[in-house]
């Protein structure tokens, strides 16, 4: 159950939430998964451009620190606690989250409505921004829920009806999904959330910068500060002179935070998943195509080392089209109502006389991995 009238789940995967951004009208942006935290992962993730956000999914449990608003940060300090009325900066987009299990649309939404962003040209095209251009939709969502509280700018997400077709445009159609739409989940079902973390810049009346990274949980009253960032050194020292913070510093904090999620369900949860919003990556490597076109054609320098490097930013922007394709392919094919072929297929073994026999084989594989399932649960006892 996700969404109002209806109610659909989506899957927890990057070509499903960029496909998902992109029918928003949001350009320049597309999500990339995460395996690792550590520092060459997160350089690595850096090289396509800026990241503007992380998404993490974890399994809620209701007894759980991590799922509950007065504890919502009980590895961390007293001042880690969520922000309310005045506390938040104004210019810092939290929203609740009033609409059942679309938590994940709204944690990127959360990310991409603190985004820095562009505005598209007349056509609605803004390939060469250095931005994320959000369209539309989003542009209007933000500027007309600005002087909103938190619980109102939930209802709004709610209330677009661009967004929940963007979102339900993943359901699948088959009639046995159809006759559960209503189902509550159970303590027996495994519940699993989002949360997303940003970078935020703001100046004080004295005119200090302050930059923290910020835990948006719909589900909680506010925003959570994690901490606050600088630049630091790779051995983690204060530079000489001090020097701008850069993605990589902020990435450090949220990763401390997700870390302590972690660590919470050590000894009883693997289930996570980590994704980033980044820049599209394909409009970095088109911009720096171009930049060495340029260079070659105006300039009398190495045009072998030149030629070199076109050569491999070419092959770095077939693999990522190559990459959408199967993406594209991918939701197509969970988009596709495959109910029907299965009816004729079993209608054909039916006619044929082989169905019995097939059934049967069937059962009995399920019968003896049963058997097995139930020595080993003996053996361990």
Request: negative net charge.
């Amino acid at each position: 159950s996700c969404w109002r009238e209806a109610p659909c789940t989506i899957e927890s995967d990057p070509g499903v939430f960029t496909s998902l951004i992109e029918s928003f009208g949001v350009q320049n942006a597309e999500l990339a998964e995460l395996w690792s935290l550590d520092d060459d992962s997160l350089a690595q993730l850096l090289e396509g451009g800026p990241v503007y956000g992380l998404i993490f999914l974890f399994k809620w449990v209701a007894s759980s620190p991590s799922s509950t608003a007065d504890a919502a940060s009980s590895s961390t300090t007293v001042e880690n606690k969520p922000l309310v009325g005045e506390e938040v900066p104004p210019d810092l987009f939290f929203a609740k989250q009033v609409t059942t299990n679309a938590c994940a649309t709204q944690a990127i939404l959360s990310v991409l409505l603190n985004a820095p962003s562009s505005s598209s040209d007349s056509s609605g095209n803004d390939e060469s921004s250095s931005g994320v251009v959000l369209g539309p939709t989003l542009e209007g969502l933000k500027q007309f829920t600005q002087s909103f509280p938190p619980d109102l700018r939930g209802e709004a997400i709610g209330a677009s009806e661009e967004i929940r077709t963007a979102h339900n445009s993943f359901a699948r159609t088959d009639s046995f999904l159809a006759e559960q739409k209503t189902r509550v989940a159970t303590e027996d079902d495994d519940v699993f959330h989002f949360v997303a973390y940003v970078p935020h810049t703001s100046s004080s009346a004295s005119g200090d910068i302050n930059q923290t990274v910020y835990e948006l949980d719909g589900l909680q009253p506010g925003p959570i500060g994690r901490g606050s960032y600088h630049h630091t050194n790779e051995d983690g020292d204060d530079p000489q002179p001090p020097a701008a913070a850069t993605d990589l510093d902020w990435l450090r904090v949220a990763r401390t935070a997700i870390q302590e999620r972690i660590e919470a369900y050590a000894t009883s949860e693997i289930k996570f998943n980590l994704m980033a919003v980044v820049h599209d990556r394909r409009v970095a490597l088109q911009t720096q195509l171009a930049s060495l076109q340029n260079k070659q054609s105006s300039a009398d320098d190495d045009h072998d080392h030149d030629e070199s490097q076109v050569q491999m930013i070419q092959a770095q922007l077939v693999s990522e089209q190559a990459k959408r394709a199967a993406w594209d392919a991918e939701n197509a094919r969970r988009r596709h109502n495959y109910l029907p072929f299965c009816v004729e297929l079993l209608r054909g073994m039916a006619e044929s006389g082989k169905l019995p026999e097939l059934t049967k084989a069937a059962n009995d594989r399920v019968a003896l991995h049963r058997q097995i399932a139930m020595a080993k649960r003996m053996a361990q006892k």
